[in-house]
Structures are given as C-alpha cells and as structure tokens.
C-alpha cells in the first residue's frame, strides 16, 4: 500500500510533483511531469491549473526516472491549490500545493522520533539466534541507495544539515553492536563476527557516526526499558513493576556505557504506558516519553488541549512527574505503513505527497510542537521494495528542507524541543495502552498465549519467593531475572512473530537458577505431640533443615478446612542448619479431621503436606 497508488498509463507510469509543496503568494514555481516506463512508449497528456491547459502534448517514457517541467506563478491568495493530468479523458494524477503568506503561525517544531530497536537477539551460551541487529546496518537491503536502514540513518544525518531528529537506539541493540564490535559473536549457523573484521568495524562505524551526531547537537537519543517488555501490562496487569524498574536502570546503564549519552528521553517499547511507569522513569531521571495519539491522549485526563503541545504527566499521589509528547497516529502511520514503490517516479510522487500532509498540518494544526513516532527500521525492510523506501526517505527531507526554508517548521529533536518549549498542561490520567489500542497482540491472538504467560508469571513467582527466602537479591536471583527479562521482550510475544522456543529457552534458564535453591530448604518432618483435644491448642511440629549456606525466612501455615481453624508462623532457619518451629491450632469439634500444612514464601507455596489426626473429647479435670 502507499499514499498515492501506482498509476499505469499504456504502458507508462506518469506522476505531477512541483518542485516544494509551499510557496508564498506569486512565487514562481516548477511543475514537474514525471514519467517512467518502457523506453519508447508515450501518452497524451493535458494538465490543468486553475482552469487553465498549462501543458498539453504526448510525454515520452525512459526505463529511468524522467521529466518535463514547466514553470508558472502560483496565484496571489493563499489557500491549497491543485494540478490535475488526464489522458484521454481521464485524471491520471492530482497534485496539492499550498499558498502561504507566512503571516498565521509561528514556526512548528517537527520532531521524527525513530524507534531503531532488535529484540536481544541471542541465546543463554550468547549465540546469535535472529541475525537482525547485524544485518540491517551492514547487509546491501537498501542497493543502490544505501546499505540497511541502521547506517541509512546516519547516512541522511550527514547529507542533510537541517535535519535534526531523535533515535531510540534500543538497549538491547546497542548491547549486540557493542558486543559484536569488542568480543565478537557467533550466530547458530555459525557464520562469527570476530572484533577488527570488515563486519565489526562497519558496526563500530555506525556507532560512531551516531554518537558524533549526538555530540554535534544534531539528534536525541533515547534510552528505553532493555528487553523492550509491555511495561504498562507487565505493571498493571502481572505485578511485575519491580522487572520494568530494574530494566529501565539497566538501559539508561547501557546507553552511557556504549554511547557515552545521559539519556533525558526514553522510548516506551510498543507505547505500553502506565502511569505506574511515572514514578519509574522520574527516579531514573528520564524527563520525557512519546505516546500515541488516539491510543493514549484521547483517554487521557487533565487540561488537555491538541497534541502538538507537551504534557506534564503527573502522578498525583507521588508528586513524580515527567513530560509526554504525543505522535500524530495519522502521519506516523502513512511513513509506517504507506510505503510500497513501484519505481523512483512512484516513491517521488509519495515523498512529495507525504511532504506536502505535513506541512499543511504544520500550519494548519495548533500548537508549536507536531511529533511523529515510529519503527526506524521496518518500514523501510518490511516494503515490498525497500530500496525505493531509500530513495523516498532522502527525498522527503529534501521537500521538508523547502519547508525549513521557508520559515514554516524547524526539523528539531526531542531533547531541543524540551529545552526550547516547556510543558504547562497537566494530566493526571494516561491510560494503560498500547499504540494498537489493546494488548491482544501480544496476549489473545495466539491461542497459546495464555499458556505461556502463566509460566512466566510461575517463573517471577519463584523467583519473588526466593528472595523473600534470603531477605534478599543474590547472584542466583540476579540471573534469573536477567534471564526473565530475555523472556518477556515484546517480540517475541507478538503473534506474527511469535517465538515459543526463545520465550521456553529464557524461562527454563530463569528457573534453572532458582528452583535448585527453593529445595535447598526442606520438610524433614511433621508431628503432634501428645494427642489432640477438642477445644484445646493442638501442637503441629514442623522440622525444616536449610542445606543453604544462606538464613532462610518462611512462613509455616497449619490449617483444618473443614473445621475453620488456621493459624501461621514465621520461621527463620540459618545456614545449613536443622531448626523445629511448632504452630498451635484448636479444634471446636472431635473426630476424625485433616491437617493441612505448608511452606510458603511471599505467594508461593514451596510445600503442602495433610495429615489425618484424630481430635479427642476434652474431659474436664475433677472438681476433687
């Protein structure tokens, strides 16, 4: 699909673009008709301009991009004007251009935030297992244009100097160049990268330039949660607020250490916000996010007014706080999903097309901010041909350069916007989304889903069981929920690339690291004392033995379900060691009854045993 459909004539494919989408009242202009095709074809061709035959005659076809111009003036008042081109009769292309005396608005900060990201791409043993975060900087995806969308990037930050924008550069990716680039990697096939190879220097190329763009003022670079997981889900919905915690810290960690960059920004991966996320990003001294426009601003509750203002998001119980700038979803859309070129003349006509749409929202919109958000690699690899997404890419910002020119907007990054234009609209209330909307593609589309989502919740289980055991984190602990945290990348959850093998890989290495030591403590024995009468405390004896070097805490319940009696105890058992605890229940009734006893550890049980006893009439002493 694309803004424009590809439009065929005899053979031909024909196109209008001017020369910018803007001009000022009486500005000379240049029409240009484009036309590709099979050497030698040719079409009639009339086109229209306020009424008016501006050009009317055959126009000739090449193999390459060709073109016939034709100068005019555009009118004295302003407004959005169109060319039309028929052929026999028929419209085969209809092009907008604006009239702009400059008068109504101030200039608009453009924001284009690029989410550059790969899943953490590699296995427990570090092999290699998805090529991605090596292949599209360094592989010839986007020839004769340019190499892969990674260094294309930097490539169009070097060509055009106006150009200012704002890159998540994931994490997770970050680590995987860094990685490849100082100790080399090895992928399942068993190609390697080995460190001073042809392939880690074009690696370590790439982060440099991007690093020497952030130096020079030219972009922003966001950090963002490590394994690119849900937040808003995992927080609101699975508890696991302290996981997004500790990956928001290890990213901004990550950032530093391969970019030398204090990030003021942070991409939340798949737009999956909660407020909960506020008070983390606050504490990690992250000031700013990008959300969605219908997916999130339009649920959202305070002194709202358009999007193209900044928010403060302000978490009302906390007092924590932090800035959220909103996408335009129509726009950020159309260079996402609008992007399938037949030929230069077709990606010409879009580029011009997309310029023109975000100009005219430029002046027309209010505000002083516009924001569009999207995948920086996928819309370019995922077109039917990426090429030509090349081609389109480095001709839209020579279009929105005209725009620069003129006065109308100012390509800017996030960090200069935040510096430049402060937030003075509050909300107290963004709702738990994501930028589709809903979490259904990540828990719902795929029947197994669920499945898998229970055993990642049994695995943090076991893991907040654990350290609620030692009081603590330890190495162990540490290592499951780095290994966790691989799990729940968003990735490989999602249902078209749904990704059960990697997700089973990553949760049996976080349990492998932890159930070995939720055995290490153990019921060795259960007892009772003397017997058990009705109405009087009844002893339950329970003997742990810790074969850990660590003191380990837990709670020992007794409970009779059927008679309604419960009582606990919390137990503390030093390192291997032996220790007895006893637990008092009482029994209103006698007969035969069930015992049930168990260890638990903040919410997991680590053992249940029942015990048949029989309660005995209590007799009472005598008076004499």
């Known amino acids: 699909m694309s803004l424009i459909p590809s439009k065929i004539v005899n053979g031909v494919e024909l196109y209008l673009v001017l020369n910018k989408p803007v001009f000022k009242p009486g500005e000379e202009a240049k029409l240009h008709i484009l036309a590709q095709g099979e050497r030698g074809r040719k079409i009639p061709v009339e086109v229209i301009s306020e009424k008016n035959v501006v050009f009317s005659g055959e126009v000739h076809a090449d193999s390459e991009l060709a073109a016939s111009i034709i100068v005019f003036n555009t009118p004295e008042k302003p407004g959005v004007y169109k060319i039309t081109a028929r052929s026999a009769g028929s419209i085969i292309d209809e092009v907008s251009y604006m009239v702009y005396s400059g008068e109504q608005r101030a200039v608009k900060k453009l924001a284009f935030v690029w989410h550059n990201h790969q899943a953490p ?26 190499k892969a969308p990674y260094s294309y990037h930097v490539e169009m930050l070097e060509r055009h100097g106006d150009y200012h924008a704002t890159f998540n550069l994931s994490p997770s990716l970050l680590k995987q160049w860094d990685v490849a680039v100082k100790q080399g990697v090895v992928f399942e096939s068993g190609e390697r990268i080995s460190p001073g190879d042809e392939k880690a220097t074009a690696i370590k190329n790439v982060i440099d330039r991007y690093r020497d763009a952030f130096r020079r003022g030219q972009i922003d670079v966001l950090t963002s949660i490590y394994a690119h997981t849900i937040g808003g889900f995992l927080i609101d919905v699975l ?26 920004g942070a991409w939340t991966p798949e737009m999956a916000f909660s407020m909960r996320m506020v008070d983390i990003y606050y504490d990690n001294e992250i000031e700013y996010t990008i959300l969605d426009e219908k997916c999130h601003f339009e649920g959202a509750e305070g002194r709202k007014a358009s999007i193209y203002e900044p928010y403060i998001a302000l978490n009302k119980d906390s007092g924590k706080h932090i800035v959220s700038y909103f996408r335009d979803n129509e726009l950020s859309n159309i260079l996402s999903f609008k992007n ?21 929202k430029a002046i027309s919109a209010p505000g002083r901010i516009m924001t569009l958000a999207l995948d920086g690699e996928n819309w370019m690899t995922f077109s039917s041909n990426p090429p030509l997404t ?10 929105l350069e005209t725009a620069v020119d003129a006065g109308i907007i100012k390509l800017a990054s996030l960090r200069e916007i935040h510096e430049e234009v402060p937030a003075t609209r509050i909300l107290t209330k963004i709702p738990t989304n994501t930028w589709l909307c809903s979490f259904k593609k990540w828990r719902g589309e795929k029947p197994e889903h669920e499945e898998y989502w229970l055993k990642a919740v049994e695995a943090y289980e076991k893991i907040k069981a654990y350290e609620s055991m030692i009081n603590g984190r330890d190495s162990f602990s540490e290592k499951a929920r780095w290994a966790l945290w691989h799990a729940l990348d968003s990735d490989y959850w999602w249902a078209e690339f749904w990704s059960p093998r990697i997700i089973d890989t990553w949760l049996n290495e976080a349990v492998k690291h932890i159930e070995p030591r939720l055995k290490g403590l153990e019921v ?46 919390i137990v503390e058992v ?12 009482v029994f209103e009734d006698y007969g035969p009854a069930i015992l049930t006893i168990s260890v638990v550890s903040a919410s997991y049980t680590l053992y249940t045993f029942t015990k048949e006893i029989t309660v005995h009439p209590r007799i009472p002493p005598s008076p004499f």
């Not at 791409?121 to 340019?146: C, E, F, M, Q, V």
């Not at 030093?574 to 229940?585: L, Q």
């Open 524 to 569: 060795r024995n259960i007892s009772i004392p003397g017997q058990a009468l009705a109405g009087m405390p009844v002893q339950v004896k329970v003997d742990l033995e810790n074969k850990l070097e660590s003191p380990l805490k837990v709670t020992v319940k007794v409970s009779c379900p059927d008679r309604q009696c419960f009582n606990e105890k």
């Open 390 to 399: 090349a081609f389109y890419y480095d001709k839209l910002l020579v279009y």
């Open 121 to 146: 791409n590699y296995l427990p043993d570090n092999t290699i297992h998805s090529p991605w975060a090596y292949t599209y900087l360094y592989s010839d995806i986007l020839k004769p244009y340019g």
């Open 340 to 360: 399938n070129f037949k030929s230069e003349a077709h990606a010409l006509r879009n580029a011009y097309e997309a310029a023109f749409l975000i100009t005219r």
């Open 239 to 264: 508890g696991m607020e302290d996981v997004v915690r500790d990956e928001v810290k290890h990213g901004v960690e990550v950032t530093w250490e391969v970019l030398g960059v204090e990030p003021l």
């Open 574 to 585: 030093p390192g291997n060691t032996t220790a007895s605890t006893v637990v008092e229940v």
